[in-house]
Nanobody, 122 residues
Framework: QVQLAESGGGLVQAGGSLRLSCAAS????????LAWFRQAPGKGRIFVAA????????WYADPVKGRFTISRDDAKNTVYLQMNSLKPEDTAVYYC???????????????WGQGTQVTVSS
């Protein structure tokens, strides 16, 4: 078991930046492949980014490519999502997810955080 807790969300103007963090507890994060998802108001949860156990491979959804960066610091048991050039359409609750086996663009991650709200004003 692992518990995930996101932080770093907030209100930012379009064009600004935020860095989300997801801290793990209960088990070393290095055992898990990791991902970020988001859910906008009235819409389903969608994939944003993912990273392998070693951190050597990453995946991004097309709308965030070139603007968002996923990274991990296993020494700190934390995964990050650096978000630059934010747009109003990035407004959503952002969730981190982890899995021992699955990796990449999948919705089948076993462990999920509670989410952190990101609001981008125009």
């Amino acid at each position: 078991q692992v518990q995930l807790a996101e932080s770093g969300g907030g209100l930012v103007q379009a064009g600004g930046s935020l860095r989300l963090s997801c801290a793990a507890s209960g088990r070393p994060l290095r055992s898990f492949a990791l991902a970020w998802f988001r859910q906008a108001p009235g819409k389903g949860r969608i994939f944003v980014a993912a990273i392998t156990w070693s951190g050597d491979t990453t995946w991004y959804a097309d709308p965030v490519k070139g603007r968002f960066t996923i990274s991990r610091d296993d020494a700190k048991n934390t995964v990050y999502l650096q978000m630059n050039s934010l747009k109003p359409e990035d407004t959503a609750v952002y969730y981190c997810a982890a899995d021992l086996i699955r990796v990449g663009v999948t919705y089948e991650y076993d462990y999920w955080g509670q989410g952190t709200q990101v609001t981008v004003s125009s």
